[in-house]
């Protein structure tokens, strides 16, 4: 099993303000894809990246993927309520098969 | 029109039953999965399968059974169940060769053993 450790595991931050969570293995993916899942419903998906060194901009949200495609981070600039949810990173393999970190739990505040 | 749907959302059952949830997607995928999300909001795959082959994660105790009737579905079927089996439970597709494996997941079935 590849573990995917994301930090940090909680997050709670004021509206207006920056943050990065991070997504880190000791495995290389040849993809990682970024989730984020509200309570009740299943995770939906973000982005995928694909390539070493990736960036890639989603309006206020910028994915990178490592050079050695093993880690990668989420930057939200500016958070809004509207950005709460846990995110998750899933790493996926040439077989497609999907190992996903351990999630991070972001709370925006009015 | 849902694209991959569950059903039932919530199952209250007691140890030592047996149980199926259903899932059904209508992207027209080739490949579907099970995961499993514990109490801390773990993600774990248990499944993926599509008309060629299943690939089942070792960890998964032996209780657990995929069952494909056709290709828009992927049933899981739980025998005797134990009260560690309890969690949300998450159907999801995707087109294997297409955008990288993008997953679209149904809205999870929370499972209560007691």
């Known amino acids: 099993t590849q573990l995917l450790e994301q930090s940090p595991q909680f997050l709670s931050i004021q509206e207006g303000e920056n943050l990065t969570v991070y997504c880190n293995s000791s495995?290389?993916?040849?993809?990682l894809q970024w989730y984020r899942q509200e309570p009740g419903e299943g995770p939906v998906l973000l982005v995928t990246?694909?390539?070493?060194?990736e960036v890639k901009k989603l309006k206020r949200l910028t994915f990178q993927f490592g050079d050695a495609r093993k880690d990668s981070s989420l930057h939200i600039t500016a958070a809004q309520p509207g950005d709460t949810g846990l995110y998750l990173c899933?790493?996926?393999?040439?077989?497609?098969?999907?190992?996903f970190g351990t999630g991070t739990s972001l709370t925006v505040i009015p | 029109d849902t694209a991959v749907s569950q059903t039932p959302k919530y199952l209250v059952t007691q140890m030592g039953n047996d149980k199926s949830i259903k899932c059904e997607q209508n992207?027209?995928?080739?490949?579907m999965y099970w995961y499993k999300q514990d109490s801390k909001k773990f993600l774990k795959i248990m499944f993926s399968y599509n008309n060629k082959e299943l690939i089942i994660n070792e960890t998964v105790p032996n209780r657990f059974s995929p069952k494909s009737p056709d290709k828009a579905h992927l049933n899981l079927h739980i025998n005797s169940l134990e009260l560690g089996d309890s969690a949300v439970y998450f159907c999801?597709?995707?087109?294997?060769?297409?955008?990288?494996?993008?997953?679209?997941f149904g809205p999870g079935t929370r499972l209560t053993v007691t």
């Open positions: 999801a597709s995707s087109q294997a060769l297409l955008r990288q494996g993008e997953q679209y």
């Open positions: 990246v694909v390539t070493g060194g």
């Open positions: 992207l027209g995928h080739d490949t």
């Open positions: 899933a790493g996926g393999t040439p077989g497609n098969q999907f190992y």
């Open positions: 495995s290389v993916f040849s993809s």
